[in-house]
């Protein structure tokens, strides 16, 4: 199985922030790498696929970048609505992987 | 927009069978997508249990491949999980998705499973 770490595992911001949130994987996986939001008692949410690729709807805030084994979401300027825990996710292989999560907290 | 919705035995006897189903709306369950099982352990995070496709042909998580099966019901619209001889680790929030190119795209909003006797 690939094996998917996120770091860090929670960070604190405030509004307005430029936040930077790390994936990588235990092997080249190119560019399969999607990026998810979930909020409290909500299903996680797709923002970004194939490592930079912004998903239909999801603000241009939101960027991913990367290719191999690391990744890269960031948030250019936080804002209130994105305090969530974010995920990544591997589309190379299956088992399909998550990252453990990083908590964007206030 | 694409809707789904679990539904199913929310509390499950250690050793029984998990049994949830996925009710597909607003599209069409025959298009050319992976219907998705996923899930998440209270606090904890996400799982891959595995995917149908229209042919039938299913993909299984290693982790649970001799317990699971994943089905399919063109003519309802709606596809199922089973998952047998649970155990407390398999207590979790189960959420149905539908996914291309292994990329989880509509979640269903999801269902939790106790597994308690």
């Known amino acids: 199985d690939i094996q998917m770490t996120q770091s860090p595992s929670s960070l604190s911001a405030s509004v307005g922030d430029r936040v930077t949130i790390t994936c990588r994987a235990s092997?080249?996986?190119?560019?399969?790498l999607n990026w998810y939001q979930q909020k409290p008692q909500k299903p996680p949410k797709l923002l970004i696929f194939?490592?930079?690729t912004l998903q239909s709807g999801v603000p241009s805030r939101f960027s991913g970048s990367g290719s191999g084994t690391d990744f890269t979401l960031t948030i250019s300027s936080l804002q209130p609505e994105d305090f969530a825990t974010y995920y990544c996710q591997q589309s190379y292989t299956t088992p399909l992987t998550f990252g453990p999560g990083t908590k964007v907290e206030i | 927009q694409l809707q789904l919705q679990e539904s199913g035995s929310g509390l499950v006897k250690p050793s029984q069978t998990l049994s949830l189903t996925c009710a597909v709306s607003g599209g069409s369950i025959s298009g050319d997508y992976s219907w998705s099982w996923v899930r998440q352990p209270p606090g904890k995070g996400l799982e891959w249990i595995g995917y149908?496709?229209?042919?039938?042909?299913?993909y299984y998580n290693p982790s649970l491949r001799s317990r699971v099966t994943i089905s399919m019901d063109r003519s309802k619209n709606q596809f199922s999980l089973g998952l047998r001889s649970v155990t407390a680790a398999d207590a979790a929030v189960y959420y149905c998705?539908?996914?291309?190119?292994?990329?989880?795209?509509?979640w269903g909003q999801g269902t939790l499973v106790t597994v308690s006797s």
């Open positions: 998705v539908r996914s291309e190119k292994d990329n989880f795209y509509d």
């Open positions: 149908i496709f229209l042919s039938g042909n299913t």
């Open positions: 092997q080249d996986i190119i560019k399969y």
């Open positions: 194939a490592a930079s």
